[in-house]
């Protein structure tokens, strides 16, 4: 079997009905120069045509029509004449598709499977069975989309890239498809100390993998080393995975490290991923929004100061939603600044410890009260802090359905 490279070149299709129409997409994405023939296209042909500005000559198939081809497919639904065209093809040496039903020519299509830029493709050896290729062709799609195939690059490039993963609030299975596959064609792992880190274990033994995690208080590898760090390995024809928790632009400063990589002419790209704002309330049955309970999304960076009006009429406002990352070693000022700005005490909050982990635990308290509670709690980093009615106990389910929940 052969991977045969079509772009720029001329690949005649006779008949233009249901058949071409499948066919004719994947001659497209391969950069062929195409040429039907076909006295007339079906709705969907007729759409690529216009789409794609393509050939079609509309009459009957004629010989001289195969003039400069490299590839024939011929599609008619009438099988003598799908049996001429491969015979001219024969005689002229021309690959040939013969789609007729039973019927054989010089080439067959595989059917396809890509991951980035690995294309699998299956055939069968004996009697054509494209119901069988197609199943064993899905079943190696599910295989590469889980990451689970070595389809790591061997041979390095002069220039790598860079793709920044999100990887959602930490169990493996949250983490998007193209992550995983991305993670699987990585030289290197540029990895934080949140997020899926258990996929780290079904890399290969010589993939790099660099732990720049920081921890309240312990920043040991400074943002600047980090761009530093996925710039270089990248310049060195490396594929580099910045593997992060959460989204990468929310409070993950991938802006800047997208900025650093443009600004060292690498190719980067940004998978999102399931951010803790949402998904870490959601695994303690905590909507962030609700009919009827609130209709507004605050986000705020607990490390900072609420000092933004939006911040301060957020937190006194019960029908919006404020949901703080990183904000338990400043949950006392937090909740001062929030009182000072005209937040009612009794504001229902919930702290979610550990969202999606066996370890998971949530804390309800009142912002008047929630200091202590969480203090007589030894809640603890990583936490997400959700302050509004959406908190409220009970507002989805009953207090004892809510699994991991240490209700106050």
Do not use: Y
Not at 269 to 282: A, F, H, M, R
């Amino acid at each position: 079997m052969l991977g045969v490279s079509l772009a720029g070149r001329t690949v005649v299709m006779v008949g233009a009905g249901a058949v071409t129409a499948r066919r004719l997409r994947r001659f497209v994405g391969d950069g062929a120069r195409i040429r039907i023939v076909a006295p007339e296209a079906g709705t969907e042909v007729r759409a690529l045509i216009a789409e794609h500005d393509l050939v079609w000559i509309p009459r009957r198939f004629r010989a001289g029509d195969l003039a400069g081809a490299w590839l024939v497919h011929t599609a008619t639904g009438d099988a003598r004449t799908d049996a001429r065209v491969a015979a001219l093809c024969e005689r002229r040496r021309m690959l040939c598709v013969n789609a007729s039903d039973g019927a054989h020519g010089s080439a067959r299509l595989s059917a396809e499977a890509r991951s980035g830029d690995v294309v699998v493709g299956v055939v069968s050896d004996a009697a054509v069975d494209p119901s069988r290729a197609a199943r064993v062709r899905d079943a190696v799609a599910a295989l590469l989309d889980e990451g689970r195939l070595p389809i790591r690059r061997r041979r390095r490039t002069a220039l790598g890239r860079v793709d920044l993963v999100g990887g959602g609030p930490g169990p493996v299975d949250l983490l998007t498809v193209r992550g995983r596959r991305l993670l699987a064609e990585a030289d290197v792992v540029v990895a934080d100390r949140l997020g899926p880190v258990d996929v780290l274990r079904e890399l290969d033994p010589d993939v790099e993998i660099v732990d720049v995690g920081k921890r309240p208080g312990a920043h040991t590898v400074p943002q600047e080393e980090i761009n530093r760090i996925i710039v270089e390995r990248a310049q060195a024809g490396k594929r580099v995975v910045r593997l992060k928790g959460g989204d990468p632009f929310v409070f993950g400063r991938g802006g800047e490290e997208v900025a650093a990589c443009l600004a060292a002419g690498i190719p980067v790209e940004v998978v999102p991923g399931l951010t803790s704002v949402v998904s870490v309330p959601q695994s303690a049955g905590i909507p962030v929004t609700h009919r009827g309970t609130a209709a507004t999304l605050h986000v705020i960076n607990g490390q900072g100061e609420i000092a933004s009006a939006s911040s301060r009429a957020a937190l006194a406002d019960p029908a919006v939603t404020t949901v703080i990352l990183m904000g338990v070693a400043a949950l006392p000022r937090l909740v001062a600044e929030a009182l000072a700005a005209g937040a009612a005490p009794e504001q229902p909050v919930a702290v979610i410890e550990r969202g999606h982990t066996p370890a998971q635990r949530t804390t309800r308290s009142t912002l008047g009260a929630v200091v202590e509670d969480a203090r007589r709690a030894a809640v603890t980093n990583p936490a997400v802090i959700v302050v509004g009615d959406v908190a409220r106990a009970g507002l989805l389910l009953p207090d004892r359905q809510l699994a991991g929940d240490a209700l106050r």
